[in-house]
């Protein structure tokens, strides 16, 4: 069953389209990756899921119901991010208790827990914590809501490694216990992979690629060689990224979908692959500029 589903969605500020008839659907009990590179449209998307602001066009489901101002949607869904609009009256212990009468799957003693743990005061206001403090939190109420669809956009930013790495070994350890529908929007796929099943590229607010961690390990390939041999054997695949190295050498990303015949007429003449790392495809596939930062210092 899908937890949430975009068909065709447009969102458009001013003159400016931030997502591009988005479309796509992630099922239940899964953890999806959304990665894209800064204003790609991910915070847009997630705030649209969320049914803090409505899409210009297109259909958006959250379990079924569109989620705008839909209370039955918000109960059963969270979503975490940076900049949550807490009240500044109430306390951390105070404001736990209101996330409790508000999520029916609310488990106050994992919050507890977790509070002690990353040693945040009860007493204190959400205004007075440090910035890596605030996001704690904010991933202490995510968790701990067991919301049947949790949404997490960029929630480490200013947490220290250990905590960082902390709170993705307890997402995942409560995870498995309670299986459920998590996005995480992050700059950092290395940091997350290993948690994820699926992952949502997201350029220019299009899906670029949706698929699994596996597929995409499986996806593109480097080659490379003598520019002039390379050349002659690169023309009719899927060309994703080019560069030229000094002494004549260049290597391509390319679309993997070799046949046996093409990997072996390669070899043949000198060509080499390598495989490269989600996190690097998924800067290439989604970098602007076809010769990157060093471009900027060659421009007249
Ligand atoms: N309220 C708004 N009014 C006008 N433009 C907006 C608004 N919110 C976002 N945008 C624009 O939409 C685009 C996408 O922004 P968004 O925050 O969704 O991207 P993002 O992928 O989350 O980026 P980042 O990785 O930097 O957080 C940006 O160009 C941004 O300036």
Not at 107 to 132: E, I, P, V, W
Not at 264 to 281: H, P, Q, V, Y
């Amino acid at each position: 069953m899908s937890v949430l589903k975009f068909n065709k969605v447009t969102k458009i500020y001013g003159k400016k389209k931030v997502l591009d008839e988005l479309t796509f659907s992630i099922g239940e009990n899964k953890i999806t990756g959304l990665i894209g590179r800064n204003g790609a449209g991910k915070t847009t998307m997630l705030q649209i899921a969320a049914g803090f602001i409505r899409e210009s066009s297109g259909e958006v489901r959250v379990f079924g119901e569109s989620p705008f101002n839909n209370l039955s949607v918000s109960a059963n869904m969270v979503m975490v991010d940076n900049d949550m609009n807490l009240p500044a009256s109430l306390s951390l212990d105070e404001l736990l208790d209101s996330a409790a009468s508000f999520y029916p799957n609310w488990d106050m003693k994992l919050a507890r827990n977790l509070m002690s743990y990353f040693r945040l005061d009860l007493k204190q206001h959400h205004t007075g914590l440090s910035k890596g403090m605030k996001n704690t939190f904010h991933a202490i109420l995510g968790l701990a809501s067991r919301c049947p669809l949790t949404i997490f956009d960029e929630p480490t930013n200013g947490m220290d490694a250990g905590v960082r790495k902390d709170f993705y070994r307890a997402l995942l350890k409560d995870y498995l216990a309670n299986p459920r529908t998590i996005i995480i929007s992050s700059h950092h796929l290395n940091e997350v992979e290993d948690l994820l099943e699926d992952i949502l590229v997201l350029k220019d607010g299009r899906q670029l690629l949706h698929m699994t961690v596996e597929d995409m390990r499986e996806y593109a390939v480097i080659v490379s060689g003598r520019d002039d041999m390379l050349n002659d054997w690169l023309s009719g695949h899927e060309l994703f990224h080019r560069n030229s190295t000094d002494f004549g050498k260049s290597y391509a990303l390319i679309r993997n979908n070799l046949s046996e015949g093409q990997i072996t007429s390669a070899m043949n003449k000198g060509l080499k692959f390598s495989t490269i790392s989600n996190e690097d495809l998924c800067l290439y596939l989604t970098s602007q500029e076809k010769g990157g930062i060093d471009d900027v210092f060659t421009k007249n």
